[in-house]
C-alpha cells in the first residue's frame, strides 16, 4: 500500500520562505514521477513543480523540488512567499506498470500566508 503524507503547512507571513515535505512509504521513491500541486480557494488542482518541471516563478514567488532518497522524501522550498500563494499543497506520486497508470495522492497541508 502506497501512502504519501505532507507536512509543513501552517501560517506563514509574507516574504517568508517555506518548506513543505512529502514522505512516500509503500515504495521507493525513485519508481515514482512526483509532483506537487495546489488548490487556491475556490480554483481547480494545478501544477506547481514536476521532476520535468522542477523550478517555477509565479509573480514574486519561486518554487522548487528536491527529493531525498534516502529519507524517500520529497521536498516543496518556497521562496519570498504571498498571499496568493494561499491554499492547499498536494504532493503526487505516479507510475506506469504493465500498461497501467498508478497516481498516488496525499491528503495536503494548508498553507495559509498572512500578516
Known amino acids: 500500500h502506497v501512502d504519501l503524507v505532507e507536512s509543513g503547512g501552517g501560517l506563514v507571513q509574507p516574504g517568508e520562505s517555506l518548506t513543505l515535505s512529502c514522505v512516500v512509504s509503500?515504495?521507493?521513491?525513485?519508481?515514482?514521477?512526483m509532483a506537487w500541486y495546489v488548490e487556491y480557494p475556490g480554483r481547480d488542482r494545478e501544477e506547481v513543480v514536476t521532476t520535468h518541471r522542477f523550478f517555477r516563478r509565479r509573480d514574486d514567488t519561486l518554487f522548487t523540488m528536491a527529493r531525498d532518497d534516502s529519507l524517500n522524501t520529497l521536498f516543496l522550498y518556497v521562496y519570498n512567499i504571498t498571499t496568493t500563494d494561499t491554499g492547499v499543497y498536494f504532493c503526487?506520486?505516479?507510475?506506469?506498470?504493465?500498461?497501467?497508470?498508478?497516481?498516488?495522492w496525499g491528503q495536503g497541508t494548508q498553507v495559509t500566508v498572512a500578516s
Open positions: 503526487k506520486g505516479m507510475t506506469d506498470f504493465l500498461d497501467r497508470k498508478y497516481i498516488y
Open positions: 509503500g515504495v521507493n521513491i525513485t519508481k515514482l514521477h
